[in-house]
Nanobody, 124 residues
Framework: VQLQASGGGLVQTGGSLRLSCAPSTRTFRPYAMAWFRQTPGKARQFVAAIAGSGGTTTYADSVKGRFTIFSDNGLNTVSLQMNSLKPEDTAVYYC??????????????????WGQGTEVTVSS
């Protein structure tokens, strides 16, 4: 299974973008899906996750109130709505998924499937 991320681009400060992530097969049903981001020379960081049948969401403090993660088609496709973007949101964004039931969706090591990354640039 491959994850296909899309929706990145260039936006001005205060603008919005929506990222989407879909698996290569519609029969893929992960337990959790998440978005991480990475800037050059830094570790990949957790942004947001959605997990379980109830769609429990978790956010990094830096994006709470600005970003919303949601799923369509029973967690098969996941989107990240990013509003009030700031220059510090500039990064390559990666989607990730796991079929395992996990308690904490924030660590990178919990995810077994990764997308190729989509670049988001927020100009000041």
């Amino acid at each position: 299974v491959q994850l296909q991320a899309s929706g990145g681009g260039l936006v001005q400060t205060g603008g919005s973008l929506r990222l989407s992530c879909a698996p290569s097969t519609r029969t893929f049903r992960p337990y959790a899906m998440a978005w991480f981001r990475q800037t050059p020379g830094k570790a990949r960081q957790f942004v947001a996750a959605i997990a379980g049948s109830g769609g429990t969401t978790t956010y990094a403090d830096s994006v709470k109130g600005r970003f919303t993660i949601f799923s369509d088609n029973g967690l098969n496709t996941v989107s990240l709505q990013m509003n009030s973007l700031k220059p510090e949101d500039t990064a390559v964004y990666y989607c990730a998924a796991t079929r395992r039931v996990i308690n904490d969706p924030t660590p990178l090591f919990e995810y077994d499937y990764w997308g190729q990354g989509t670049e988001v640039t927020v100009s000041s």
